[in-house]
Structures are given as structure tokens and as C-alpha cells.
């Protein structure tokens, strides 16, 4: 198969329908690959996105600011974009939540890894 004029062996741009315990909506794809889950309640989506051991980024979209906010603080993600994707450069910190990564890279947070902090308490007498 050849995508893109190129050879080789590529995959598709794939959308699927599945439920939340779908081993592709809980598992990490790195891949053109986008799960689609079916929700009652905004309580409920931010289960489903947190119903997973990994979390590198999440994406929130509506038209509601607050909304999105809201939800986006809940979700368990290194990076929450809403309305876009892949926002930020070099000076936002990128790293996930649990079996995603530990620490960050890029941006201030980064530099953390580089230092360690040591407190003296001294009593004068």
C-alpha cells in the first residue's frame, strides 16, 4: 500500500466506534488512530478519558469556554488542548500522567530535572 506518493507500508487514517473498555480506547495508539466513545454527561466523558493508566494528552471540544475549562482540569493528561490540537512550543512543559511518562520536557517545569533542592535549617544560639 502507498500513501502519501510514498512507499512503504503505512496505516490508513483510521476512525472507530467502540466502547470504553475497547482495549484502542485504553491502550496507547501511536498511530493515525481516533476511538470514538459515546457519552451521557459531561461527568461521564471525563471518566472515560480518565478510565485509562496512560494520559499524555486529551482534547476538549465545545462551544462552551466554561465547560471546557472545567472538564480539562478534571482530566488526568499531561496536555489538555481544547477546541485545537497540538497547541504551544517550546515554552510549554510536555509530559503525561501515569504509565505516559514521569517529569516534563520543554518549558520551565523542565529544568526541575536538572536541579535538586536542599534545605539547611540552622538554630543560632
Not at 476511538?35 to 493508566?53: L, Q, R, W, Y
Not at 466554561?66 to 504551544?88: L, S
Not at 510536555?94 to 517545569?109: H, L, M, P
Amino acid at each position: 500500500m502507498a500513501i502519501a506518493n510514498r512507499k512503504g507500508a503505512f496505516l490508513e487514517p483510521t476512525v472507530i466506534a467502540c466502547d470504553a473498555d475497547n482495549s484502542i480506547a485504553t491502550e496507547e495508539v501511536f498511530g493515525p488512530v481516533l476511538s470514538v466513545i459515546s457519552f451521557n454527561n459531561d461527568d461521564d466523558a471525563i471518566a472515560i478519558a480518565n478510565g485509562t493508566d496512560y494520559g499524555l494528552v486529551a482534547g476538549v471540544f465545545t462551544r462552551d469556554l466554561d465547560r471546557a475549562t472545567t472538564a480539562a482540569a478534571k482530566i488526568h493528561a499531561g496536555q489538555v488542548f481544547v477546541n485545537e490540537w497540538y497547541a504551544g512550543g517550546v515554552e510549554t512543559p510536555f509530559g503525561g500522567y501515569g504509565k505516559s511518562g514521569y517529569g516534563r520536557v520543554k518549558g520551565r517545569e523542565a529544568l526541575w530535572n536538572y536541579v535538586q533542592t536542599k534545605n539547611i535549617a540552622v538554630r543560632r544560639r
